[in-house]
């Protein structure tokens, strides 16, 4: 009796092996892919960035990747005087919304220290999440829902690890980037203070990245000597 039951049970998972084997083999062949956990649409890579590259002191390049996984990916690219003020925008696959912003080179050091009563919002731990992030600062008013500041002379202060992890960091760091330059135009302040994960980035230690999204950095490994995204940290 004992023996039958466990030649019936590896009879089952006999089964299950080789149905399993033969769903692998027609799913690679039709170049398809399998999601457990995650929506598909996150990795859409079509107009994702924008990406850009300092070519010399003077120009610069702007990249968008286009295409997609079965058809392949090229670069849409333009090239501008590293001075000029250039309109940009962002999209975020998801729900297909988009943002735009102007990328300049207008750099300040700013401030270390504020003593003006101003209200603070805190926040930490995006890690590309940025329909989270969105949302959480349209919840505190900080902006509204076309995306606009509206926190006033307020101080948003972005208190590191806002990378890794999840599917949206173009969009988060750009949005960030967006909202700088708002939030000044009405004295208010956006303040970012780097995470261990921004380090890890910057020390190209991608090991909290998704597995998913592997393939884009080695993707700009082979167009690219040098990547920079041209975000204020």
Partial sequence: MKQKIIRYFKNVFGTILVLTIIGIIVVISLNGSLEYGNNPVNVNLEKEGPYVFYDSDSSLTVNYIRGNKTDGFYLEQTIHSANATIP???????????????????????????????????????????????????????????????????????????????????????????????????????HFIIGNHELYNMQENINLLPISIMPLRQFWKNNTMSFIINARL
């Avoid at 940025?130 to 202060?157: A, E, S």
């Avoid at 960091?169 to 956006?190: D, N, R």
């Fill in 88 to 190: 940009l925008s962002c999209k975020f696959p998801l729900d297909s919304s988009s943002f735009s912003f102007e990328l300049t080179s207008d750099f300040e050091v700013p401030a270390s220290s504020y003593s003006d009563n101003q209200p603070i919002l805190a926040i930490s731990d995006i890690e590309s999440g940025y329909k989270t992030f969105r949302d959480f600062l349209i919840t505190h008013k900080v902006i509204d829902h076309q995306l606009n500041w509206t926190f006033d002379q307020g101080h948003l202060v972005l208190v590191g690890d806002f990378v890794d992890r999840g599917f949206s960091t173009s969009q988060v760091l750009w949005f960030i980037y967006k909202l700088e330059q708002e939030a000044k135009e009405q004295g208010g302040q956006v």
